[in-house]
């Protein structure tokens, strides 16, 4: 399943970050990881007209609508600050990792989540449930956000174990001239 550098449905892809059998650490240095990946999420914008799409990739979910789970902004991102998003901030890599948070990442106002990179680039069967903050918690990426309700335990945290994305694996869209849709 390493799809870094590699086309799938139709796009090239790059690794951001996963862990078990897909293990990449985000940067630790919070500023530059969070710096690199928003180039990379802009990178579609000049040929896509939109922030480029956001694929995880998951081999240990137990629910099939988590195996592949699609982000696509739809806002510009607020600026950095490490740690917790605040009402005028944002730490992107923390927000997938470890914090998944509604500040500045509110469902069908901030982003869409999809089951499929087809359904995300046609705009069609967007998840209609979202789940976040969870007091100090290290739950991440999506927490109990699913399809039509809310599905348990398919969230990932490089802080804690307990959720069943143990082997999962983050790839951001890569721009092409030959990208077809």
């Not at 979910?61 to 605040?86: A, M």
């Not at 998840?127 to 969230?155: C, I, L």
């Amino acid at each position: 399943m390493n799809l870094d550098g590699a086309e799938y449905e139709g796009r090239s892809w790059k690794q951001l970050f996963g862990e078990g059998i897909f293990f990449l650490p985000p940067d630790y240095d919070a500023a530059a990881g969070d710096a690199e990946m928003r180039a990379d999420l802009d990178a579609c914008v000049a040929s896509e007209g939109r922030q480029c799409l956001i694929l995880r990739k998951c081999t240990s979910c137990t629910v099939e609508s988590h195996k592949e789970i699609v982000y696509k902004r739809l806002t510009p991102w607020f600026p950095f600050q490490e740690g917790i998003s605040t009402d005028t901030t944002i730490d992107i890599v923390n927000l997938f990792t470890n914090q998944w948070r509604n500040n500045n990442n509110v469902l069908h106002v901030d982003y869409e989540l999809y089951s499929s990179v087809q359904d995300a680039l046609t705009g069609t069967d967007e998840w209609e449930q979202a789940d976040y903050n969870s007091n100090n918690h290290k739950y991440g990426f999506p927490r109990n956000s699913g399809p039509t309700g809310y599905v348990s335990n398919q969230w990932n945290s490089y802080a804690w174990s307990g959720g069943h994305a143990d082997h999962h694996a983050f790839f951001i869209e890569v721009p092409s001239e030959t990208t077809v849709v």
